[in-house]
């Protein structure tokens, strides 16, 4: 099972308290055994020198962590406009090729339904799962532009409508190649990497410091923790926009799959 499969199954309270759970116990457990283990008069001689250390450390993680959630943050939102924009261009299709003849014009509405459909039930799944896409809508994209690309009339009057069909077509091609570029999300190894790494050090940096009650420590170090840990967690879902509970649905396409079945029904009235 992937990391993608995990994040699909488990609810978000689930991978929220895992993530923040980890982080929580990590940075505790280390300050307790420290404490334990090199006492607490030790570790208090540390404050002066330890404390400023502890500062520039945990504003540069801050910097860090807050540039890449705003970041992926933006990319999410991107996500979800373009998925609304795609559906948009499946509708002015459908409703564009009412501006021709009968029979061409269902021919185009065919497809054009074929790979709206193949879009929300083949596509989806795949993309959940880090994938790009599925064959069967690569296939059904390819027969929906071939039949776009070889609609010819001699009417002059038709002229602009195909001109248009061929627009939202390019336009449906570039939503299209972008849904799909965002499935692997954009935190590259390199920077989960630093991440881990600086959020490690981060959350272990506690432990060097100790007061005469330890409760209060405890709670303070755990309030730190599930801070980081929480915006952990929201790099994790955001990163990848088309898996978890919160990912971006399929719900902008059924919407104008639906339309264009009732439309189509009222014969496109």
């Known amino acids: 099972m992937s990391g993608l499969d995990i994040l699909n199954a488990l609810p978000v309270w689930a991978l929220a308290a895992i993530v923040i759970g980890v982080s929580v116990i990590f940075s505790v457990g280390l300050q307790l055994l420290a404490r334990w283990y090199f006492g607490v008069d030790l ?7 330890a404390g400023f250390k502890y500062a520039v450390v945990g504003v540069a993680y801050a910097v860090l962590l807050a540039f890449v959630v705003i970041s992926v943050w933006e990319e ?7 998925v609304h924009a795609e559906a948009e261009r499946f509708y002015n299709l459908y409703r564009n090729s009412y501006n021709f003849p009968e029979a061409t014009g269902k021919k185009m509405r065919d ?14 799944p795949e993309m959940a799962r880090g994938r790009r896409g599925s064959a069967a809508a690569a296939k059904a994209y390819t027969r929906l532009s071939y039949t776009i690309g070889q609609t010819k009339s001699e009417d002059i009057a038709l002229q602009p409508s195909i001109l248009h069909a061929i627009d939202l077509m390019q336009q449906t091609a570039d939503l299209r190649l972008e849904r799909l570029s965002d499935v692997g999300g954009h935190v590259t190894p390199v920077i989960w990497g630093v991440l881990l790494l600086g959020g490690i050090i981060t959350l272990a940096y506690p432990a060097f410091f100790a007061t005469t009650k330890v409760v209060p420590q405890v709670l303070m170090t755990a309030g730190l923790a599930m801070i980081i840990g929480a915006t952990f967690f929201l790099v994790i879902n955001l990163n990848y926009p088309f898996s978890g509970p919160e990912g ?4 902008p ?3 104008v799959i ?3 079945r009732q439309e189509n029904a009222a014969g496109g009235q």
């Open 111 to 124: 497809a054009l339904m074929a790979y709206a459909v193949a879009v929300r039930d083949k596509d989806w």
């Open 43 to 49: 570790l208090a001689a540390n404050h002066e020198v």
């Open 258 to 260: 639906q339309r264009m």
């Open 76 to 82: 999410f939102e991107t996500t979800q406009h373009a």
């Open 253 to 255: 396409i059924d919407q």
């Open 248 to 251: 971006v649905t399929a719900a």
